[in-house]
């Protein structure tokens, strides 16, 4: 997913329902991008833009500095938000990095936010995010105060995220016969 409004609804999403600090749940899902995508796009250094942070081993160490360096509250926090951009991931991770040799697939890179964006940024994709999160949003409201009300919109959320996660980029589906 997109980091906004995708990964953004997602952490949002664990604030919601988990009870955990809002700003660690939030860096949670959003610091597995900062670092990996610069790693790939900007220094060539990782193969691929989901890379070690995307995995679950880098899971366990981020969330691991986190609680060391700032406790339990904290840690715990951080963890969700990064477990959730995982999951929100979830079309291709590589879970098990380094212990097991992921094939990475064809590259996009981040450089084409400027350069060519219509190959990054696809409108259906950013519509069906913005759904997803005003969803969320609309959670944290008085309308959704009742158990059933909330039920339905998290199982509406569920639908939408599953269907963005399967969604296959446009110009894959392009090049497949
Ligand atoms: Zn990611």
């Not at 660690?24 to 890379?51: A, E, M, N, Q, W």
């Not at 079309?91 to 996009?108: L, S, T, V």
């Not at 995010?129 to 199982?155: C, H, P, R, W």
Request: with cysteine.
């Amino acid at each position: 997913m997109y980091p906004v409004p995708g990964h953004l609804a997602f952490s949002l999403l664990c604030h919601r329902y988990f009870n955990v600090e809002l700003i660690s749940v939030i860096v949670g899902g959003l610091l597995p991008d900062l670092i990996d995508k610069p790693l790939d796009d900007l220094f060539h250094i990782t193969p691929y833009g989901r890379y070690a942070m995307h995995s679950l081993t880098g899971l366990a160490i981020a969330g691991l500095v986190a609680y060391v360096l700032f406790g339990k509250q904290i840690g715990l926090a951080y963890s969700l938000g990064h477990l959730a951009h995982l999951i929100a991931d979830a079309d291709f991770n590589p879970w098990f990095w380094p212990f097991y040799d992921h094939q990475f697939p064809a590259g996009i890179t981040i450089v084409d936010l400027v350069r060519a964006p219509g190959k990054i940024l696809f409108p259906s994709w950013i519509l069906l995010e913005t759904s997803i999160l005003g969803l969320v949003l609309f959670l944290y409201s008085k309308y959704a105060e009742k158990k059933t009300t909330q039920a339905a919109i998290l199982i509406a959320i569920a639908g939408l995220s599953i269907y963005r996660i399967t969604r296959v980029r446009p110009e894959e589906m392009a090049m497949q016969p």
